[in-house]
């Protein structure tokens, strides 16, 4: 009773990495709380498929629930499992990736729960908090950080008095790694007639498409990225070929994807991709707090800007100061020469 848990996505019986990150962070809280870390995926034929991409990131208990009709994912019947699972469980922490399927479920099952949520969510610590209207004092409760109010604040949002504390997190913010510790690693397989009705099931998925990314821009070990001050989509010819001879990605500020330069795929930050490379080169990014949380933790941070008091370049490892057009053909140059 009041564990951690976490919904596992699945695309058929592979295991979303989002939710093996959210493992690996779910894992952690759980220590800190001293609580168990409990573990929900929910799909058809699933059974001996999902158990091994589930259980080594620390998992005490796993729920699968395995049926005709929930894969593909629909609504109805995934929110009558958790709700239900949850009346029974009565969890204090509930971990779900923002993405399309974490965006729908999530609202659904805090609001029958009479919970609360908080969305995009780039860091969860537990702490206490004191109420200064009521003076009451709340130990171990999970701080949901974000930025919030177009990025230009980061807000740190509690649930003193609902449970679960639920909290979505988008893929690459939390990093997932294999849990070194002991984990009772218990399997069950409950009835999912108990838990769904009949008509939850009405709707049916007729046609389903899934396209795969057009490239590897969470993975690279090396990424590039452009903000508006690169000033054109002409300026972004330069930072691919760059990309090309370092043999990493492209990626964008938001203002550059919404001036058409760039794809929306490629835009880095709270409202795209996050990434972790080994170095990030940012060109004629000014640095706001939202693209910052995209990016932080990359290993090499170097900024390209013609303003040397841009805010990105508190966060940079090496500065360069001076337009993209100058710099980067001479760093591409220079690489050549350099790497023969």
Same mark, same amino acid.
């Given at each position: ?42 799909? *058809? ?7 091994? #991409? ?44 923002? *993405? ?169 930050? #709270? ?34 800007? *013609? ?34």
């Amino acid at each position: 009773m009041n564990n951690v848990f976490v919904y596992c996505e699945i695309e058929g019986t592979i295991v979303a990495e989002v939710s093996q990150e959210l493992l690996t962070k779910g894992r952690k809280l759980a220590d800190e709380l001293g609580v168990e870390l409990h573990a929900v995926v929910a799909g *058809t034929g699933i059974r001996g498929h999902v158990e091994d #991409q589930i259980l080594p990131y620390g998992v005490d208990k796993l729920f699968v629930f395995d049926r005709e009709g929930l894969f593909p994912y629909t609504s109805a019947p995934h929110t009558d499992i958790m709700v239900n699972l949850f009346k029974e469980e009565q969890p204090q922490i509930c971990l779900m990736g923002a *993405t399309v399927i974490g965006r729908d479920l999530g609202p659904r099952v805090s609001s029958s729960l009479t919970s609360g949520l908080t969305a995009d969510c780039t860091e969860l610590e537990i702490g206490g908090y004191d109420d200064v209207k009521t003076g009451k004092h709340y130990d171990n409760l999970l701080y949901q950080i974000r930025p919030a109010f177009g990025g230009n604040i980061v807000a740190t949002i509690v649930n003193p008095d609902h449970r679960p504390q639920m909290a979505t997190v988008r893929s690459g913010v939390m990093q997932k790694a294999l849990y070194e510790g002991q984990a009772r690693g218990e399997v069950v397989y409950p009835d999912v007639d108990r838990y769904v009705p009949a008509e939850a099931y009405v709707v049916q998925v007729i046609e389903r498409t899934v396209q795969a990314a057009q490239h590897n821009l969470k993975g690279a070990p090396i990424v590039v990225a452009g903000g508006y001050g690169v000033g054109s989509k002409e300026g972004f010819d330069l930072l691919f070929k760059l990309a090309k001879e370092l043999h990493g990605e492209v990626g964008a500020s938001r203002a550059a994807v919404d001036a058409g330069w760039v794809d929306h795929d490629r835009q880095v930050g #709270q409202t795209g991709v996050t990434v972790h490379p080994k170095v990030y080169i940012a060109c004629g990014i000014s640095g706001q707090i939202q693209h910052i949380a995209g990016m932080q933790d990359a290993g090499i941070i170097i900024s390209i800007n *013609t303003d040397p008091d841009a805010p990105i370049n508190r966060i940079a490892d090496y500065v360069i100061v001076g337009s993209c057009e100058e710099v980067v053909p001479k760093l591409i140059k220079y690489y050549k020469q350099n790497s023969k």
